[in-house]
């Protein structure tokens, strides 16, 4: 296996014949989608690059490395929010940082599977929405917790994958799913135990890989093309307007979420948000009482 782990510090990138695995590497972290340069998030858009320019690669897994895929954003580099709310130069640097999975995953040539296990939540669930694949384990967690101190979807592909009604239901309660619900929703292509995922993965690349390059690569572009005619890119940038309008205007359920997180940590916060819909999300509680090991 070639191995050019040492040029990253958050992501782990390998290569094995026509397959190149991008890792999210941030274990203690629950691979927190860190921002700006040099975080977890730009190093990934890198090592997607990289995969790009190499014409040996055929398709692109993407993994997390320790208990989850990725609990999304880093929100521990929002705790002075408050205290600056997002100018132009702010702006800029959230449009940009949404953009990149357009740049990295939908224009890109290459397949990309997203292999879940754990929790995919938020930013990160955007990222796997916008792989070409999604293989889960069957321990997999998807949804947008954030919405409840009022984050909004930043890329907001939901209606295209699992239709109106069913994203309605999570963007109005941020609760969360499971992998089975996933699948029957269409978020994800298949279930698989989490013992079995790196081989599932595995097999439906290489399945992949028998198939003509160029044969492949036209189809990801036709179905592309398919959802650009209907607005899907228009609906993005319209999603990550909307995000960035309530970030420069927090509503009080997110300033006193930050005020929690700054005064007694990030857990209490989180505790905060989860307790006020303790009642409705029956299935959130049974999620999150599990062990991800």
Known sequence: MENN???YENVLYEKS???ATITLNRPDKMNALSLGPGGLLEEWADA???AR???DVRVVVIKGAGRAFSAGYDISQDFDLLDAPIDDAGYQFMADHVDRYFRALWESPKVFIAQVHGFCLAGAGDMAAFCDLTVASDDAVFGYPAVRYGVLPTTFVWPYL???KKTRELAYTGNM???TEALQHG???RVVPRDELDAAVAELADSICQVPALTV????QSVNNMFEIMGIRQSVQQSRELDLHVMSSPPAEMREFFEIADREGLTAALAWRDSRHAAHDEVGRDLRSRRYD
């Open 53 to 55: 320019q190499d014409t």
């Open 217 to 220: 690569r036209l189809t990801k």
């Open 162 to 164: 699992i239709g109106m």
């Open 17 to 19: 014949g026509p397959v």
């Open 177 to 179: 799913m499971g992998a």
């Open 5 to 7: 782990e040492a040029q």
């Open 48 to 50: 997607c690059a990289d």
């Open 187 to 189: 978020l994800v292509n």
